[in-house]
């Protein structure tokens, strides 16, 4: 039976938050999460730079090295990056494009928490035997059961049961941005955040499937005496990173092209401008997407792939800089003659665009066959991935951060304490990863955890470890920030920042259905044009009417849950266990399939937010201002 909102039983707050489909909920909770992952990922990073800043350090042994690095790659990338970029998807997305929530709000649900539980079942083997030590690769034979720990294991599981939660996820943002548009909102007047996100959920189903695959075959060389990567058993290691790569590289663009949509939706807004070139910055967008997958092997050209392979891959390399030209280039036309305000916001967009150049000029340079032989197990690698990763994506969520914290949470976060953290954090990267490269061009060894005295190398390991505390103290003064203004800060506007697109013509806090009454979208900018040509508020596509909402449910937890113990047991397969792994395997598919099957027959239709307290509601959130 469909009830009404006015009929709905009270819940505690954790069941609450254990069962909500709501997806400015489970935006939240990607934001915790992703923010804890980085927290940890960070520190083993401080750890490692505390190990390298003098020669012959015994601080780390190199096995709790190895783990770190292992351990900072695969989070920072799977657990951290993902999840906040998630986060902002899943809050935004919707609201960009007027819809009421997410096509599939239980799948969406069922994607956060298959995520955290994978993420849960990696950082567990830091209590079972150590934490995997093969690179956040996780190369064979390095992985293999001969050479590699239970912590690969780990690794494998979790990255599985993680992994399905993105998959799922990515599903969910196409169908949502291809149907669920509000009237008028064609496909070339989306914001450019939609358009990044929805190439992005494309790239997600064609870059996880791979992994996926090569993870189950990794899976059964190392618990059923499997023979795909063993050369002796007629295998071959190489295949592995094929597999991993042809997720890996697109991998890249799955975190970078979000970003790109963050800093297109702030330097407009800042600079007063309509974003220049609208339609090339889609086909970019496209096109690097394409181009994503052309591209894998440059990882591989130390491997002897040959010299036809490494120039095709090389060539396609370096024609994927043209996009991102583009792209680079429109954002600073839509600079060029603006009224720029430089907030924290807009300083973390603007600053992206000259770092993200400098990584892109490295990566052209890696693109070179016979040159990336001599830079390719160098920190020059290091700094240009870094200078992509954490100088691209980390700036575009802080500046993301800062754009959408008043829409998320109902007041803005200090500026003072912002511009302060920018400048801090940018700071602290360049010290950091800049002359990483000159380390790398004399000789420098990655994935090493000390190196000799007399080469040259120690003030610039100095310098690099100082950059690292200062990121750090950034890090730390933007958590503060959040515990300041949540109790400082006044209540934020619904339109703090003038701004463009629809997020901004709902109230704030957002009310549980995001609009009262479905906008109709009339240009680009649907915001922006009704301020120039209208009334500056969205003229409606429907009467009000009652509103028909999802029910919470507990299923996508328990489905997680069930899915997690699945995974452990597998991996006590390889430990010697108290109990027999077959019954863990046996409670969590129960608990799985179980739940499975209760919310396959158990009818949900949801429920009605009547039409009389839609106007209650819009009344007195009108009230309130």
């Known amino acids: 039976m469909v009830r009404e909102a006015t009929n709905t039983l009270r819940k505690s707050v954790l069941w609450d938050w254990l069962t909500t489909v709501d997806h400015k909920k489970l935006a939240v909770l990607y934001l915790i999460s992703g923010t804890l992952f980085f927290l940890k990922a960070g520190l083993m990073a401080v750890f490692m730079r505390i190990q390298l800043m003098s020669p012959m350090n015994d601080f780390l042994s190199g096995q709790t090295f190895n783990e770190f690095v292992t351990m900072h790659g695969t989070i920072m990338l799977f657990l951290a990056a993902t999840p906040l970029l998630f986060a902002f998807m899943n809050y935004i997305v919707p609201l960009q494009i007027g819809a009421r929530d997410v096509a599939f709000p239980f799948v969406n649900a069922l994607g956060f928490w298959l995520f955290f539980f994978g993420g849960l079942l990696v950082s567990l083997s830091w209590f079972f035997g150590g934490a995997p030590d093969a690179g956040w690769t996780s190369y064979v034979p390095l992985a293999s059961r001969e050479y590699g720990g239970i912590g690969i294991d780990f690794y494998v599981l979790g990255l599985q049961v993680s992994g399905i939660g993105t998959l799922v996820s990515g599903i969910n943002f196409i169908v949502t941005i291809i149907n669920m548009r509000a009237p008028g909102m064609t496909m070339m007047r989306m914001p450019l955040f939609c358009w990044t996100t929805l190439v992005t959920s494309i790239l997600i189903v064609f870059a996880f499937t791979p992994l996926a695959a090569g993870l189950a075959l990794l899976m059964l060389d190392r618990m059923f005496d499997g023979q795909f990567f063993i050369p002796g058993e007629g295998g071959n290691v190489v295949i592995w990173q094929h597999i991993f790569w042809i997720f890996g590289h697109p991998e890249v663009y799955i975190l970078v092209l979000p970003a790109f949509g963050m800093i297109s939706e702030i330097i407009p807004t800042f600079s007063k401008k309509r974003l220049f070139g609208y339609t090339a910055m889609v086909f970019a967008t496209l096109i690097i997407g394409f181009l994503g997958f052309?591209?894998?092997?440059?990882?591989?050209?130390?491997?002897?792939?040959?010299?036809?392979?490494?120039?095709?891959?090389?060539?396609?390399?370096?024609?994927?800089?043209?996009?991102?030209?583009?792209?680079?280039?429109?954002?600073?036309?839509?600079?060029?003659?603006?009224?720029?305000?430089?907030?924290?916001?807009?300083?973390?967009?603007?600053?992206?665009?000259?770092?993200?150049?400098?990584?892109?000029?490295?990566?052209?340079?890696?693109?070179m066959a016979p040159v990336d032989h001599l830079y390719h197990d160098t920190y020059f690698v290091v700094a240009h991935f870094h200078y992509i990763i954490l100088g691209g994506i980390v700036l575009g969520l802080i500046g993301a951060t800062f754009y959408w914290y008043p829409k998320m949470f109902g007041h803005k976060l200090n500026e003072g304490l912002g511009k302060l953290t920018f400048w801090l954090f940018y700071i602290g990267f360049h010290l950091t990863f800049f002359v990483q490269h000159i380390l790398g061009l004399i000789g420098m060894p990655r994935r090493v955890y000390t190196y000799l005295e007399d080469q040259g190398m120690e003030a610039m390991?100095?310098?690099?470890?100082?950059?690292?505390?200062?990121?750090?103290?950034?890090?730390?003064?933007?958590?503060?920030?959040?515990?300041?203004?949540?109790?400082?800060?006044?209540?934020?506007?619904?339109?703090?920042?003038?701004?463009?697109?629809?997020?901004?013509?709902?109230?704030?806090?957002?009310?549980?259905?995001?609009?009262?009454?479905?906008?109709?979208?009339?240009?680009?900018?649907?915001?922006?044009?009704?301020?120039?040509?209208?009334?500056?508020?969205?003229?409606?596509?429907?009467p009000v009417a009652d509103i028909h909402m999802p029910n919470g449910s507990i299923y996508p937890f328990t489905i997680s849950l069930g899915l997690f113990f699945v995974g452990f047991g597998f991996i006590m397969l390889n430990m010697e266990a108290i109990i027999s792994p077959w019954i863990v395997i046996a409670i969590g598919g129960i608990i799985t399939f179980g739940s499975m099957a209760l919310h396959s027959v158990k009818e949900d239709h949801g429920y009605h937010i009547t039409k009389e307290t839609v106007e209650e509601i819009e009344k007195e959130v009108g009230t309130n201002g």
């Open 294 to 367: 052309m591209v894998w092997m440059h990882h591989m050209f130390t491997v002897g792939i040959g010299p036809i392979a490494n120039s095709v891959f090389a060539i396609a390399t370096m024609v994927i800089g043209i996009p991102t030209g583009i792209k680079i280039f429109n954002w600073l036309f839509t600079m060029w003659g603006g009224k720029l305000t430089f907030n924290t916001a807009m300083l973390c967009a603007s600053s992206f665009v000259p770092t993200f150049v400098l990584g892109g000029v490295t990566g052209v340079m890696l693109a």
């Open 461 to 542: 390991n100095m310098v690099s470890t100082i950059g690292a505390f200062v990121m750090s103290v950034a890090i730390i003064l933007l958590v503060v920030n959040v515990v300041y203004s949540a109790m400082k800060s006044p209540k934020a506007s619904s339109d703090p920042w003038d701004g463009r697109t629809l997020e901004w013509a709902t109230h704030t806090p957002v009310p549980e259905y995001n609009f009262a009454q479905t906008p109709q979208v009339r240009s680009l900018d649907p915001l922006f044009y009704e301020k120039i040509h209208g009334d500056g508020t969205m003229k409606p596509a429907e």
